[in-house]
């Protein structure tokens, strides 16, 4: 059985120990604000409309609208807990307020090179942002973890499942204050 989002949001980021932050930018928070209000104040009402109207028709054990729509309600209220735990514990970092970007820190853009020559650009950011499709990877990543505290022309070691690989940070970049 796959874990509760409740116990997920008590037991901190992946890999790290219970009660660590959850560290987010403010397009973040702002995104899963967003989400909660939508599910909350949008979605919410709608589906409860559907059930009311489904529960008024009688016969609630073969009702297919009643059934998805109590199980889409349980759904919406578990993703609702979920976002305002979230929300209560998040610690909001902006990028653009870093004074250090010397250094690869929470919410840099980093370029680093692998010993194949490619370059690769990632942004550090929170658990609940992270996108690897879009180069946007957690800050609890193996990668990120290995470039956190690195400056341009360090080679830092990641440790991967087909072994260790040396890259080296080829451009730092913050957004802009």
Excluded at 150 to 160: H, K, M, N, T
Aim: no cysteine.
């Amino acid at each position: 059985m796959a874990a509760d989002d409740d116990d997920e949001d008590e037991a901190g980021p992946p890999g790290l120990p219970p009660g660590t932050p959850f560290y987010m930018t403010p397009a973040g928070q702002a995104a899963l604000t967003a989400e909660l209000r939508r599910l909350w104040s949008e979605e919410r009402p709608k589906v409860v409309e559907v059930v009311s109207w489904a529960a008024g028709l009688g016969d609630r054990s073969e009702n297919a609208d009643y059934q998805y729509g109590k199980r889409r309600l349980r759904e919406i209220d578990r993703r609702v807990r979920f976002l305002r735990k979230r929300l209560e514990r998040v610690q909001v970092v902006d990028p653009a307020a870093q004074t250090r970007r010397d250094q690869v820190f929470f919410g840099a853009t980093v370029t680093y090179a692998r010993e194949d020559d490619s370059e690769v650009t990632v942004t550090i950011v929170g658990v609940d942002e992270a996108e690897s499709g879009a180069g946007r990877i957690s800050w609890v990543s193996p990668v990120a973890r290995a470039l956190l505290g690195a400056r341009i022309g360090d080679l830092v070691r990641l440790r991967r499942p087909q072994g260790t690989e040396s890259i080296e940070v080829v451009a730092i970049r913050y957004p802009a204050a």
